[in-house]
């Protein structure tokens, strides 16, 4: 035998011992594989993975969590709450914040047009933006003044309007209505005028809710730049003409924000005021 066919003998000997090694490694994974696919038929992930699919205590619930429960009432993001009530000041800085334009926004089919603005005053931590949004949408309700088809209403910036709307503190409102109260809201001149205490806080007696008491002093103090004069409540039970006094009480009627509360009859009552009882006093942050 010589040197060179002893040397090819051991390099295939080792060649078969290699083989043989690989033939061994891959039976063991492949047995691996084929039992994470086999136990109870739960897919090719470990075990492992699928504990950490289970939910566990004090896990955090997301929107996905809620939306993917078949029992749950939820089938969408919900809006976002309304903001915390702010606090209520009896002054403000005395200067005011207009809300932008709605060029070409008119509200109303027919009628005269009538130009008008809103203002906030600053430091009340009232936004000028949402107050806008509030006067557009009572405006442009079916059951408010573009009902009769007498008026249409357009919103313009600080200048060039007919009338404005201003949410003022209690001190301004007696300064722009040129009268020395501070509990109720007014109309002076071209100045339809809100008091603020009166919109974050309504009135007691009030059966509605804030909302309906705010769409009721737009629409009231609003009636007095159209021209209309102070009702009463017609009958006990009945629903109250939006030019009655309800900030100072119903006298027996139900609350009512609206002229046109069907949308096509103004509800009109006997000409008249309450004038009072006096409200009660207000607890202001600042004083």
Known sequence: MTEGSSARRRLRRKQRFALVAVLIVMAAAGSGFALSTSVGDRGPFPRAMEADTRPTTGAVTTYRDIEADPGSDITGPTEAPEPTPPPLYY????????????????????GELLRYNVAVEDGLEIDVDRFSDFVHATLADERSWTAGGGWRFEQVGKSGADFTVYLASPEQRSALCRHPGTRVSCRNGDRVVINSARWITAVGHWDGTLETYRQYVVNHEIGHRLGHPHEVCPEEGEKS?????QTFQLAGCESNAWPYPDGETYLEGPAGEYGGPALPPDEYADR
Do not use: I, K
């Open 91 to 110: 002054s403000g800085t005395g200067t005011w914040s207009y809300a932008p334009a709605r060029p070409g926004d008119v509200l109303g089919d027919s």
């Open 241 to 245: 003409p939006v030019m009655a006094q």
